[in-house]
């Protein structure tokens, strides 16, 4: 399980959307919550639809500032008990031995009425009034908290000035007690990366467990067909090779078409995306100069051509969800629905039991396992196959 917390400055920007998205299809966590989101229910509603969660708690802007939303999927036992402005609070796995506490909470917006840790934790600009420190470390000490730490970048908030001059600081962090960390005490948290606000993200893993990396599957995506190349592009890989024979036949010819068409979406479509990782990676690196020689020119200048590629890709997006229900109507209301909220989820075995009865959990022996059962099936001589016919035809009565 992970939880992903964010300070997202105005949910209502596309792209900012855009980037919660693409963070969430990423990093896959169960529980979600977002500060100063700025925006209106409607929009919080089709955040949920467009991420995949079940269900939603918000505490509502108060007037054009503030705002709160809490975001769960089924899967987790949660309860929201109390909450205000400045928090939800949630108890998950309630009345259970597993039972713990979870609270988003948003500080001050006013800067001069934040608590803050230390002076390690800043970089450029005045230096934090020592009373404001104080009073965060006795907060902490008072009921027994203890700061989680981090992997990644040292900041969480960053400010550029047209001068040059910038200022980081680490505002956002995870708190726990003694309590809580004997039960997971192997969780760590850590710093994502954002390019569309000066907050960042950060994910809490749970037990330690290092946010998965999943291969990109092929998938067809409804935007190809606006391109009059791409029925040259099936016609062209589906052909080659000859005539259609035995199963074997069929399954190269797939292949091959996913192959090629996975090449053309890279050239036609994919150029925003490539351009868009590229600059991320630059600003990484310029952020990490600017810091050092106090001149902060190349990196608001990288940041202005990804918002530049942030606002196409959120346009292709927002254009592709309107033409898709014009054409379709209100007919498929739940049909658009249900994608919406099925479609970044994950699908994963994480174990399968072999014909011995032994539990694979590696992934190469789980797709053995899954080869060995459908040869038995279908390349025992045709009996196999006419058993498993016989078991379903019997079922069926």
Request: aromatic share 10%; charged share 30%; with cysteine.
């Amino acid at each position: 399980m992970s939880c992903l917390a964010w300070n997202c400055r105005r949910l209502e920007n596309l792209r900012t959307g855009r980037e919660l998205v693409e963070i969430i299809r990423a990093k896959d966590p169960s529980v979600v919550i977002l500060a100063e989101t700025l925006t209106d229910d409607a929009r919080l509603e089709f955040v949920q639809r467009s991420t995949g969660f079940d269900h939603r708690w918000v505490v509502p802007r108060v007037g054009r500032g503030g705002g709160l939303v809490l975001y769960w999927k089924a899967s987790i036992n949660l309860k929201v008990e109390d909450l205000d402005r400045h928090y939800i609070d949630a108890v998950i796995d309630k009345n259970t031995e597993n039972e713990w506490r979870l609270t988003g909470f948003y500080g001050e917006p006013d800067t001069a009425r934040r608590l803050k840790l230390g002076q390690d934790e800043k970089l450029g600009g005045v230096r934090r009034p020592y009373n404001q420190m104080q009073q965060f470390r006795e907060v902490i000490d008072e009921y027994g908290f203890m700061d989680l730490g981090f992997e990644g970048s040292k900041f969480t908030w960053s400010k550029q000035f047209e001068n040059g001059a910038s200022i980081w600081e680490r505002l956002d962090r995870c708190l726990v007690n003694n309590r809580w960390f004997l039960k997971f005490g192997g969780s760590k948290v850590y710093h994502l990366s954002c390019n569309s606000l000066d907050h960042i993200p950060i994910l809490i893993s749970l037990s330690g467990l290092i946010p998965p990396t999943r291969k990109k599957n092929f998938r067809f995506e409804q935007m190809w067909l606006s391109n009059s190349s791409y029925e040259e592009v099936v016609v062209s890989a589906w052909s080659s090779g000859g005539e259609v024979g035995v199963e074997g036949d069929i399954l190269r010819k797939i292949d091959k078409c996913g192959k090629e068409l996975g090449q053309w979406e890279k050239d036609v479509f994919g150029n925003v995306r490539l351009e868009l990782n590229r600059l991320k990676k630059d600003l990484v690196k310029e952020e990490r100069v600017a810091m050092v020689s106090g001149n902060n020119f190349k990196e608001r200048q990288i940041k202005k051509e990804i918002k530049v590629l942030q606002d196409r890709e959120a346009l292709m997006w927002a254009q592709r969800s309107h033409v898709l229900w014009a054409n379709q109507g209100d007919k498929n209301t739940k049909y658009f629905h249900s994608c919406a909220s099925k479609r970044y989820r994950k699908n994963s075995v994480e174990g399968i039991k072999d014909e011995g009865g032994t539990w694979r959990t590696r992934r190469e022996d789980i797709g053995e396992v899954m080869v060995n059962y459908y040869k038995t099936i279908y390349f025992s001589g045709g009996e196999g196959l006419h058993r498993h016919i016989r078991l379903c035809a019997n079922s069926d009565r």
